[in-house]
């Protein structure tokens, strides 16, 4: 075993950068935990920026330059902090009729599909599923819910989720989101005989759009491509696969 003395310069700097994403991930969960995970929708616009200045300094530490990529991402995460009211489910109108959800007051879990390697693209081959069809879901465990829905990677650090539209009776597709309009240019005869036209977007949730700002074996951060909202995630289980299926994989999980 090599004492300190004896460190190369090159080993020296790895161990003092790795001291530095410990400390600086350890102060990131010590600010989640004093903001109670952010699920109280009250925390003031001072403490969400001490938060994600901390936040930033980690970022900038991110060893993982291509997540999407990367197997790391893979698993079961629990939420430690977002200012996402859509996630939280905080003074949001969903569902049918304007009626709200009820808050999530439990935890919080993400599981992601990304599939990154050759075995999960075994196991896809295996169970019959089509290659294309990358997968997440969100876990509340109060009130209990799920939502299982197609992931598509954007980039090699964007991904963007696409949730199933509710069913009314089952059969009848509402949409997952409100809608809004378009506004449109006037001062035309065209213009005019296209006022009861409505062009309509629907509404993304802000969890929609995710950019990883952040990825290791324990940590996982982004940021929305939406708003400016922040989540970080802890690793839970690294072989959970979307529906509870678990797979047998390597622990040392390699980064790119």
Same mark, same amino acid.
């Not at 949001?92 to 992601?112: H, L, M, P, Q, Y």
């Not at 802000?206 to 952040?214: D, M, W």
């Not at 982004?222 to 509870?244: A, H, K, N, P």
């Given at each position: 075993?090599?004492?300190?003395?004896?460190?190369?310069?090159?080993?020296?700097?790895?161990?003092?950068?790795?001291?530095?994403?410990?400390?600086?991930?350890?102060?990131?969960?010590?600010?989640?935990?004093?903001?109670?995970?952010?699920?109280?929708?009250?925390?003031?616009?001072?403490?969400?920026?001490?938060?994600?200045?901390?936040?930033?300094?980690?970022?900038?530490?991110?060893?993982?330059?291509?997540?999407?990529?990367?197997?790391?991402?893979?698993?079961?995460?629990?939420?430690?902090?977002?200012?996402?009211?859509?996630?939280?489910?905080?003074?949001?109108?969903?569902?049918?009729?304007?009626?709200?959800?009820?808050?999530?007051?439990?935890?919080?879990?993400?599981?992601?599909?990304?599939?990154?390697?050759?075995?999960?693209?075994?196991?896809?081959?295996?169970? +019959?599923? #089509? /290659?294309?069809?990358?997968?997440?879901?969100?876990?509340?465990?109060?009130?209990?819910?799920? @939502? %299982?829905? =197609? *992931?598509?990677?954007?980039?090699?650090?964007?991904?963007?989720?696409?949730?199933?539209?509710?069913?009314?009776?089952?059969?009848?597709?509402?949409?997952?989101?409100?809608?809004? +309009?378009? #506004? /449109?240019?006037?001062?035309?005869?065209?213009?005019?005989?296209?006022?009861?036209?409505?062009? @309509? %977007?629907? =509404? *993304?949730?802000?969890?929609?759009?995710?950019?990883?700002?952040?990825?290791?074996?324990?940590?996982?951060?982004?940021?929305?491509?939406?708003?400016?909202?922040?989540?970080?995630?802890?690793?839970?289980?690294?072989?959970?696969?979307?529906?509870?299926?678990?797979?047998?994989?390597?622990?040392?999980?390699?980064?790119?």
């Amino acid at each position: 075993m090599k004492t300190v003395q004896t460190l190369t310069s090159p080993e020296a700097r790895m161990m003092q950068r790795n001291a530095e994403i410990a400390a600086l991930k350890a102060e990131v969960i010590r600010k989640a935990l004093n903001l109670d995970s952010g699920r109280n929708g009250d925390v003031t616009e001072e403490q969400l920026e001490d938060f994600k200045v901390t936040l930033r300094k980690l970022e900038a530490m991110n060893s993982t330059k291509t997540p999407t990529q990367s197997t790391l991402i893979n698993g079961k995460w629990s939420l430690a902090f977002t200012n996402d009211n859509d996630l939280l489910r905080i003074g949001k109108k969903r569902g049918i009729f304007g009626t709200r959800n009820k808050r999530s007051e439990g935890t919080i879990d993400f599981a992601v599909d990304v599939f990154a390697n050759d075995d999960d693209l075994i196991e896809i081959e295996q169970d +019959k599923k #089509p /290659k294309n069809k990358m997968r997440y879901e969100i876990l509340r465990s109060w009130p209990q819910s799920s @939502e %299982t829905g =197609e *992931l598509t990677v954007l980039s090699t650090n964007a991904i963007s989720l696409a949730p199933p539209k509710a069913k009314l009776f089952g059969f009848i597709p509402i949409g997952s989101g409100k809608k809004k +309009k378009n #506004p /449109k240019k006037s001062g035309g005869k065209n213009d005019e005989a296209e006022e009861d036209e409505e062009d @309509e %977007t629907e =509404e *993304l949730a802000t969890y929609q759009s995710l950019v990883v700002s952040y990825l290791d074996l324990e940590m996982l951060a982004f940021r929305s491509g939406i708003d400016d909202c922040v989540y970080v995630f802890l690793q839970q289980d690294v072989e959970y696969r979307v529906g509870g299926k678990k797979i047998s994989v390597n622990k040392q999980l390699k980064a790119k």
